[in-house]
């Protein structure tokens, strides 16, 4: 049996996830609510049927709302929406994503603009509109979710790459700018995850050797790994670690 750390400071804080509905964030709205925290999240698709899975599983419900997070506009109203329903947000975890493949030749100024609003855009506005009400109750946390492909130097994708190393640039500024208001930001870059998602589209006993090989611990990961690192990072227990990246591989990449 598997014994998962608990940390008592989540119980009961406001917690606000992007794309908590589905992949690694559906996992960490149930790691968070499993803490005690009141969740919040947006997610793109309709996301009813898991927020009965929490509610049955947990007794209570995530406040959830269905928004695109590359229209500000609506992100900034959703975040608001959250602090109505459980008090100001003070752990923030930007986590949505698209990395959809694509070749350097093929990209349009659209679809570049389109990727950088998902992958980084969204994370700085998330970050700008949650800073006030950090202020106000005394500190926050945030957790910027980024990914080990940029510093593998991964082709196949280079505006997602070109968002994760932004990603941490981004991180590292905010954490020096709020660090006196007791506001902490950490980015954590995740390995090959096997999510369904990835197992459906990317997976094959060729490729999953492969990059298994590459990690020092020969083990696959799996969203529990991602979950147990993100409570760490958004708990007391981690109280004067900020503008950091933490990459959870296996090994594959070193920081620093």
């Known amino acids: 049996m598997t014994t998962h750390a608990t ?73 608001a929406a959250a602090a109505d329903a459980h008090g100001p947000v003070t752990v923030l975890i930007n986590n949505a994503a698209n990395d959809a493949r694509h070749s350097a030749e093929e990209v349009t100024e659209e679809f570049w603009d389109q990727s950088q609003a998902i992958n980084l855009k969204s994370y700085f506005f998330a970050c700008q509109a949650v800073i006030a009400g950090m202020r106000a109750a005394g500190g926050g946390a945030i957790v910027n979710m980024s990914s080990i492909s940029y510093m593998m130097g991964n082709a196949g994708y280079p505006s997602y790459t070109t968002a994760n190393a932004g990603i941490n640039g981004m991180t590292r500024s905010l954490a020096r700018e709020f660090g006196p208001d007791k506001i902490r930001l950490n980015a954590l870059a995740p390995g090959w995850v096997l999510t369904d998602k990835q197992i459906e589209k990317w997976v094959t006993p060729e490729a999953l050797a492969a990059h298994i090989d590459r990690q020092c611990l020969k083990d696959t990961l799996k969203p529990q790994d991602i979950v147990d690192s993100v409570l760490f990072l958004s708990s007391t227990s981690s109280r004067m670690m900020t503008g950091q990246l933490i990459a959870v591989d296996g090994g594959v990449v070193v920081t620093g």
Do not use: N
């Open 7 to 79: 940390f008592p400071d989540l119980r009961g804080r406001s917690v606000f996830i992007t794309g908590g509905g589905a992949g690694i964030g559906a996992f960490l709205t149930d790691g968070f609510m499993a803490q005690g925290a009141k969740v919040s999240f947006v997610q793109r698709s309709d996301a009813s049927a898991f927020c009965d899975e929490m509610e049955a599983k947990h007794g209570r419900r995530p406040f959830d709302q269905t928004c695109d997070i590359s229209d500000i506009p609506a992100l900034k109203r959703c975040l």
